[in-house]
């Protein structure tokens, strides 16, 4: 059997760590798998779940702002150039873990871990060695206008077309969404892509926005979109049938 690599991306604070401690665990509890968790974030003080690999006993955040001199900022970004010196014995130790699922949570500082080349170049190496399917995470908190929804359907675009993997966007908080219509926005493409049109014709978006919503509805017909609540485990399961079917596509989950 082979095994499928997870990687949960999104915004810091966007639930990365909660989903892979409570969607492992369901993986396990639920469908029997076997998990294996990775921590790739120099920089985490605690994380949910008990890693089987952790770059904390490589790298840390700490460390390096001590030994360098360095703020946070810098030291995160420090801290992804030396992972990236260190690629070939990190994905030999990721290799080694068998199981069914290796669940891979990454830097809170997104940015930090997709725009520069370690994200990329380590998700690149992972897909030649074996698999992987990129979960984007985010925060329904911070989507509370259609201008919102599409800064965070053009953030999911970024993160795809720098990891060229399928991707699994999913909606997380859903426990404290209360916008009716948001909600409702973010389950529908089509009429996500009708109010767009809406705005346009009464000219409350710009040309921009227009040539915008063309590459949204491409994206929202193939990006797979889910809501769920990391933190109590709401739609579990839409979201590992959507993995199933992204995964499909990539290889062969049995
Ligand atoms: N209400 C609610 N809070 C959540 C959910 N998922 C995560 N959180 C909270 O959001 C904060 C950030 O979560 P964390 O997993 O550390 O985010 P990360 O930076 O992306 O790893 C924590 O306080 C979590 O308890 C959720 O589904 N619902
Ligand atoms: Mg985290």
């Known amino acids: 059997m082979v095994i499928t690599n997870l990687v949960f991306l999104g915004p810091a604070g966007s639930g990365k760590s909660t989903l892979t401690a409570n969607f492992g665990a369901w993986l396990n509890e639920y469908m029997g798998f076997r998990v294996r968790y990775v921590n790739l974030d120099p920089g985490a003080d605690y994380t949910p779940y008990k890693p089987d690999y952790d ?8 460390d390096v702002m001590r030994e360098e001199k360095l703020g946070p900022n810098g030291a995160i970004l420090r801290c992804m150039d030396l992972m990236l010196g260190s690629i070939d014995k990190i994905l030999r130790d990721l290799l080694n873990l068998k199981g069914d699922f290796r669940l ?5 500082q997104m940015e930090a871990f997709v725009l520069r080349r370690t994200g990329p170049e380590l998700v690149n190496r992972l897909t030649r060695a074996e698999n992987a399917i990129a979960v984007f995470l985010l925060d329904l908190e911070l989507v509370s206008s259609l201008e919102d929804l599409i800064t965070a359907e053009l953030l999911g675009l970024i993160v795809q077309l720098k990891l060229m993997v399928p991707m ?6 859903s426990d404290i969404l209360e916008d009716q219509e948001m909600s409702e926005l973010l389950s529908d493409p089509s009429y996500l892509r009708e109010e767009l049109e809406k705005g346009i014709a009464k000219g409350l978006l710009s040309d921009v926005v227009s040539s915008l919503s063309e590459l949204l509805t491409y994206f929202s017909q193939s990006a797979r979109t889910v ?10 399961e839409a979201l590992y049938d959507l993995i199933h079917e992204a995964f499909c596509v990539c290889g062969d989950l049995t």
């Open 55 to 62: 770059i904390r006993e490589l790298i840390t955040v700490e």
């Open 104 to 108: 891979i949570d990454t830097p809170g």
């Open 168 to 173: 699994v966007m999913v909606l997380n908080k």
């Open 227 to 236: 809501k769920i609540s990391a933190k109590n485990r709401l739609g579990f």
